[in-house]
């Protein structure tokens, strides 16, 4: 169950191509007809505060009589082998970074709401009842998929949130690492669970605060942070390079090696430009329900 979030992101990306049309669990069949009250879940209103999104436990079985479910996300809520108190973990995770937002339970009627409203909706023990992540703070986490595990006792929600998700206002709620601690470190809320990526981009923003300082003998990265000719100079030579890959037949690892080099060269210039990594993957998921062609159109339109 553990390694699940690690590998739902690349499966994200490749299947929330379908998240402008919905969460579809049915490979081959078209979207679920879901309830009419979720139409209105996505209009300019949905900020406002939903009185019903709380749910005392007596009456979460009407609950989810309201949403009115179709049958074949009946059929999939009844598939989830819910514990003895009717719950499974359900983890929100971003559908861009890949980062661990927070974790949670949900029962039946949670998944049902997450499926119609499109926002993370958990069940509180403590309370006993509904609640969806930013029915007070308005930093919701809009969801565009959902996977269940192999077993289908654990649940992921594959979302973009709306601003920090963690009660302390860090971005994730996920920031205290083990060996840190171990070593006496204090808890840092900036810090992520960063993947390869995001730990190269959090690498390359310390080194843009070392370079502002001007002491020390400066880094490779520095340099090309301070100087945009020799960046550009860099980033052409390492794309040759890539290509060069291909038109004279080198080996795998050698196309992997050059493409690193021309990642970590791109992404300098990102920084240069205070263009984070994410915003880039988001671009990339927005194209995923839209052809070539169609993009092409659209970015001569603007």
């Not at 049309?21 to 979720?38: I, K």
């Not at 009456?59 to 514990?83: C, E, I, R, T, Y």
């Not at 703070?137 to 709306?162: A, E, Q, R």
């Amino acid at each position: 169950m553990a390694a699940a979030p690690a590998t739902a992101p690349a499966r994200a990306l490749v299947s929330s191509s379908s998240s402008s049309r919905g969460v579809n669990f049915f490979s081959g069949t078209s979207r679920p007809n879901l309830v009419a009250a979720a139409a209105s879940a996505s209009a300019p209103g949905w900020r406002r505060r939903d009185p019903a999104v709380s749910v005392a436990a007596g009456s979460a079985q009407s609950a989810l009589g309201a949403l009115a479910v179709d049958p074949k996300v009946d059929k999939l809520l009844d598939s989830v082998k819910w514990d003895s108190k009717g719950l499974a973990v359900a983890i929100a995770q971003n559908v861009d970074t890949g980062a661990i937002l927070m974790q949670g339970f949900a029962n039946k009627e949670a998944l049902a709401r997450t499926i119609s409203t499109k926002k993370a909706t958990f069940f509180s023990r403590s309370r006993s009842s509904l609640w969806t992540k930013g029915e007070t703070s308005m930093n919701f986490i809009n969801v565009h998929d959902i996977f269940l595990d192999c077993d289908h006792d654990s649940i992921i929600y594959l979302g973009k949130p709306d601003g920090p998700t963690c009660h302390t206002g860090a971005e994730t709620c996920y920031y205290t690492s083990v060996y840190d601690a171990l070593q006496g470190s204090k808890p840092n809320e900036s810090r992520q669970v960063t993947t390869t990526l995001y730990s190269l981009e959090d690498t390359i923003s310390r080194r843009q605060e070392e370079a502002t300082e001007g002491s020390g003998k400066p880094s490779w990265t520095k340099k090309l942070l301070l100087d945009n000719q020799l960046l550009c100079s860099k980033i052409r030579e390492e794309a040759d390079e890539l290509i060069q890959t291909l038109l004279e037949n080198e080996d795998q690892s050698r196309t992997a090696s050059e493409m690193a080099d021309l990642l970590y060269h791109a992404m300098v210039l990102l920084r240069v430009k205070d263009v984070k990594m994410e915003e880039v993957l988001e671009v990339l998921r927005k194209r995923f329900s839209q052809s070539g062609i169609e993009e092409k159109a659209s970015r001569n339109k603007s």
